[in-house]
């Protein structure tokens, strides 16, 4: 069974800061995706990175996908309340069916 | 592109009913995927589609859930005898055969079992 482990599982911190959230696993992925989710809606994808390591900018996010393509990071570097929400890794493989992490609940305090 | 469609967005129905969920992809994908999110996690992998095919079943909670597809568009999911513990919001999601890029989720429907 592939597993992805995410930490932290929460975080709260004030507007300005910078934070990195984890996705680890023991099982090397084809890629590896993640997604913001807010309440009460469907996960929106936000990268997808396939080479290991890769790294991906969108504007204050960066993503990197580990050497070894089991591991990934998302960094924010001068957070806002608008990045407020679930952070969800997601690895793929055959099929491209996703086994997700259990998701950081990230909260920016203006 | 009007994106993944499901509906209904919520639905609230009494232990030992059946219900059905009902996704449109978008509309040049050929695979379909059906997820669970319970509260406080992340989605979980039920099934999924290409075309009409069903590729993959083994993933899902029971016998009482089943999936379809039967034109290779729109696909439904159904619970039958609904549990409390099959409260949860169900996600789909479609995409094109091959193609990482692009996975796209639909907005959920909510299910709520009393």
């Known amino acids: 069974t592939q597993l992805l482990e995410q930490s932290p599982q929460f975080l709260s911190i004030q507007e300005g800061e910078n934070l990195t959230v984890y996705c680890n696993s023991s099982s090397v992925f084809s890629s590896l995706q993640w997604y913001r989710q807010e309440p009460g809606e469907g996960p929106v994808l936000l990268v997808t990175?396939?080479?290991?390591?890769e790294v991906k900018k969108l504007k204050r996010l960066t993503f990197q996908f580990g050497d070894a393509r089991k591991d990934s990071s998302l960094h924010i570097t001068a957070a806002q309340p608008g990045d407020t929400g679930l952070y969800l890794c997601?690895?793929?493989?055959?099929?491209?069916?996703?086994?997700f992490g259990g998701g950081t609940r990230l909260m920016v305090k203006p | 592109d009007t994106g993944v469609s499901q509906n209904p967005r919520h639905k609230i129905t009494k232990r030992g009913q059946n219900v059905t969920f009902r996704c449109d992809p978008i509309s040049e994908h050929n695979r379909l995927y059906w997820y669970r999110q319970t509260l406080g996690q992340g989605p979980e992998f039920l099934t999924y589609f290409q075309n009409e095919a069903q590729l993959e079943k083994s993933r899902l909670l029971s016998d009482r859930f089943s999936a379809e597809r039967p034109k290779g568009s729109f696909s439904t999911l159904e619970i039958q005898r609904t549990e409390q513990g099959d409260s949860a919001m169900y996600l789909c999601?479609?995409?094109?055969?091959?193609?990482?890029?692009?996975?796209?989720f639909g907005s959920g429907t909510r299910l709520t079992v009393v």
């Open positions: 999601a479609s995409s094109l055969a091959g193609q990482i890029y692009g996975y796209t």
């Open positions: 990175v396939v080479t290991g390591g």
């Open positions: 997601a690895g793929a493989n055959a099929g491209n069916m996703l086994t």
